[in-house]
């Protein structure tokens, strides 16, 4: 059964932020690499766009999360805690924080993104030009690069797509080349 099947079974073909059931696609929870159940969530377009940052937060919208939150679901508890820390500025999110639980390896990854983290805290990613990397740009290499621990050389001009953030050092990233999950560092990417 493939993943996005599961979590349409898993959440009544509903979106799980929301409740949404219009334009529902799989999310895989960033920083995650492979897609399986335990890092994905089924959101709705209207979710979607305003996790990634294509359309303006609307807060009234985010209401949901009352619910969403108490989820039985991991993935879930984390996407809701995520998006109450960005929104806690509000006021009413910081009520739902104080009540919401997550164990310690959940809260553990709810926090890998930074979203708790203060905007002159959090660490930002740029390319050889200056420009924010964000996770999911696409990226093309500067210059030939030798992978450690193996022989393969990531040749100049090579597109890497949907690239993942280290959240603890602002110069790696991540993304696959010819296949393979490689470490690059920032100064040799260009954001496309």
């Known amino acids: 059964m493939s993943v996005l099947h599961t979590l349409q079974e898993r959440s009544n073909n ?3 932020l929301c409740g949404s059931n219009s334009n529902l ?6 920083p995650s690499l ?34 969403s939150m108490w989820s039985e679901f991991i993935p879930v508890q984390i996407m809701a805690w995520r998006m109450l820390q ?9 009520d739902l924080l104080d009540m919401m639980y997550l164990d310690d390896e959940a809260l553990a990854l709810a926090r890998a993104t ?3 983290e203060d905007e002159a805290n959090k660490i930002v990613h740029r390319d050889v030009n200056g420009v924010i990397l964000e ?11 030798k992978v450690k621990g ?8 090579t597109a890497v797509r949907n690239i993942r953030l280290d959240r603890e050092n602002a110069e790696y990233i991540e993304g696959k080349v010819d296949g393979q999950n490689i470490v690059i560092i920032t ?3 260009k954001k496309t």
């Not at 696609?25 to 960033?30: D, G, K, R």
């Open 25 to 30: 696609a799989q999310y895989l929870i960033p």
């Open 150 to 157: 193996s022989s393969m050389v990531a040749k100049q001009g």
């Open 187 to 189: 100064k040799y990417v």
């Open 86 to 94: 960005r929104l806690r500025n509000e006021g009413w999110p910081k």
């Open 135 to 145: 996770t999911g740009d696409s990226v093309v290499l500067v210059k030939d690069l």
């Open 34 to 67: 492979n897609e399986n159940v335990d890092n994905s969530v089924l959101i709705c377009s209207t979710c979607l766009n305003q996790i990634e940052g294509n359309q303006e937060m609307d807060a009234n919208h985010w209401r949901c999360l009352n619910e």
């Open 14 to 16: 509903t979106c799980e």
């Open 114 to 116: 930074g979203e708790h």
